[in-house]
């Protein structure tokens, strides 16, 4: 998705938010990142496009690990190669001038932070869809770049694990072709890279991809989601009070537009006068409290400890039959 479009959508989302239908121009008193966020993180939990848009690219990309042949594949193959189909890594692949931007961006879905191609692992069988030096299998890195100084010296390098050896009875037998003897000082990196690679013997089961996330199940749209939220999107960290109340405040039974002013009041975003100084709407000597005059406006004022304020409380509590002591701030009350 364009990034152009993105802001356009996020525009119109954050303007019928804040405004409704009306077309006056309303203060957007929350950022959209924080609507995005958790319940738990004092969000709303609001899908973030971006994310999403993400999310949905890589289905299609998990898609192509498969080597199931499924008509659209048939499509993309034809277009742009055999070879990317079972391929981990598209994002060394170069793009065609003319390629449509549905395939601009699953090429590019992982660009520069590799998101995708670590989400994901090969269950290597039997080698034959498991290319040996390109593909994760061995560890959380592909051997060429592991052991590079082996990997420029090889024969094979775009060979599979079931063409890299053979089997002799029940043995298997690694077969390497370099290019050149190895120097003396190479033969160490050769040492661990054999450690490595004998502790793998294939199996007649065939090849398979895994999502980390879910080894069992797959791939799936509203996992990658959390796990791109959680990957790219900056957490905050929250008192268990805070995500406590925070979660709590949107089950509690009260009408929906309670709760919102509720989880507004909480994030000290309503328009109280110290807020409304903030944003330059009101000047400083006109920031005292509208119900005692006394001292500046704030929510933890206003709310709790005007003496206008704290005498309704006192009021409601003393006919519900509790005693109350007024708290030092909203979460806590």
Known sequence: ???KVWKEI????????????????????????????????????????????LSLLA???????????????????????QEI???????????????????????????DTNWFSEAVEKRVGDGILTYFWNDVWMGNQALRHRFPRIYGISNQKENTIASM????GNMWRWDFHWRRNLFVWEEPIKTDFLELIHQFVPSESRDKWLWRENREHGFSVN???????????????MDPVDEFVFTKVWKCGAPSKVCAFSWQLLLNRIQTKDNLCKRRILQQQQTNCVLCGLTVENTIHLFLHCACSSRVWYEIMRWLGFVVIIPPNLASS
Not at 63 to 78: C, F, N, Q, Y
Not at 165 to 168: D, K, L, N, S, V
Not at 224 to 235: A, D, E, G, H, I
């Open 10 to 53: 996020v525009k119109i989302q954050r303007t019928f938010l804040w405004g409704g239908l009306s077309k006056r121009n309303r203060i957007c008193w929350v950022k959209w990142d924080d609507f995005c966020k958790p319940k738990s993180e004092a969000g709303l939990g609001i899908r973030d496009l971006r994310l999403v848009n």
């Open 165 to 168: 050896g053979r089997w002799e």
């Open 1 to 3: 998705m364009p990034v």
């Open 223 to 237: 996992e990658c989601y959390v796990m791109l939220q959680q990957k790219f999107s900056v957490r905050r960290v």
């Open 59 to 81: 289905k299609w990309r998990w898609k192509l690990l498969s080597p199931d042949m499924e008509v659209w594949k048939d499509v993309v193959v034809a277009k742009y190669g």
């Open 85 to 111: 189909i079972g391929k981990g890594n598209l994002g060394d692949l170069s793009i065609p001038r003319l390629a449509s931007k549905w395939w601009s961006g699953i090429c590019n879905l992982d660009k």
